[in-house]
């Protein structure tokens, strides 16, 4: 199982960045996914999810209304589409495999990716 991050950058508060997470060695389309973000000196924070067609998907309230996930099960990518940002969102986001539908709590999730940072200035 490998999971491959991209789309990070440093962008200006209310910038835009949109993130990838390349999926392999696994049927990607059977399982949930969802994107964890980990700021500096800070414990890990769920931030989405999705199921596994896409057509079920789910947000931090901290993120609603500003962050759209979406998957491409025949590219086997999950995306995350980052607009209005802040500079609270400055973190590493990792994304992982979740191996319960819907579950939440990142400590159930069996892979991950090595991250990608995302910067943004005030």
């Known amino acids: 199982v490998q999971l491959v991050e991209s789309g990070g950058g440093m962008v200006h508060s209310g910038g835009s960045l949109r993130l990838s997470c390349a999926a392999s060695g696994f049927t990607f389309s059977s399982y949930d996914m969802s994107w964890v973000r980990q700021a500096p000196g800070k414990g890990p924070e769920w931030v989405s999810g999705?199921?596994?067609?896409?057509?079920?998907?789910y947000y931090a309230d901290s993120v609603k209304g500003r962050f759209t996930i979406s998957r491409d099960n025949a590219k086997n990518t999950l995306y995350l589409q980052m607009n209005s940002l802040k500079p609270e969102d400055t973190a590493l986001y990792y994304c992982?495999?979740?191996?319960?539908?819907?579950?939440?709590?990142?400590?159930?999730?069996?892979?991950w990716g090595q991250g990608t940072q995302v910067t943004v200035s005030s």
């Open positions: 999705i199921n596994t067609g896409g057509g079920n998907t």
């Open positions: 992982a495999r979740n191996p319960e539908s819907e579950d939440r709590d990142y400590r159930q999730y069996d892979y």
